[in-house]
Nanobody, 129 residues
């Protein structure tokens, strides 16, 4: 079992920055692909970024060049650095883990939510003008 706890959300003005953190506890010896998803009001949840045990990353087109996913294995923590935030980045952000997966397994296209085994509770990010 794995538990994921997000932190770092909040309110920010457009153009600003935030860093989300996701602490992983429980079975930290296994290999996971870690990802961030988000769900905006009235919209479906979508993948934002992912990083695997090799350090390979993938990003949604909407956040490329603005968001950076990273991980600190010593702290069992995954980060999402968000810069140049836009109004449309307002959403609940979720951390997720896919046991044994690599980014290359996902191919081209959106991250497959149904493959992720563990989810955090989510954290709200609000971007205002």
């Amino acid at each position: 079992q794995v538990q994921l706890v997000e932190s770092g959300g909040g309110s920010v003005q457009a153009g600003g920055s935030l860093r989300l953190s996701c602490v992983v506890s429980g079975d930290t010896r296994s290999s996971y692909c870690m990802a961030w998803f988000r769900q905006a009001p009235g919209k479906e949840r979508e993948g934002v970024a992912a990083i695997d045990s090799t350090g390979a990353t993938t990003y949604a087109d909407s956040v490329k060049g603005r968001f950076t996913i990273s991980q600190d294995n010593a702290k069992n923590t995954v980060y999402l650095q968000m810069s140049n935030l836009k109004l449309e980045d307002t959403a609940m952000y979720y951390c997720a883990a896919d046991l044994g997966a690599l980014v290359v397994d996902y191919g081209v296209g959106p991250l497959p939510q149904n493959q992720f085994d563990y989810w955090g509770q989510g954290i709200l990010v609000t971007v205002s003008s």
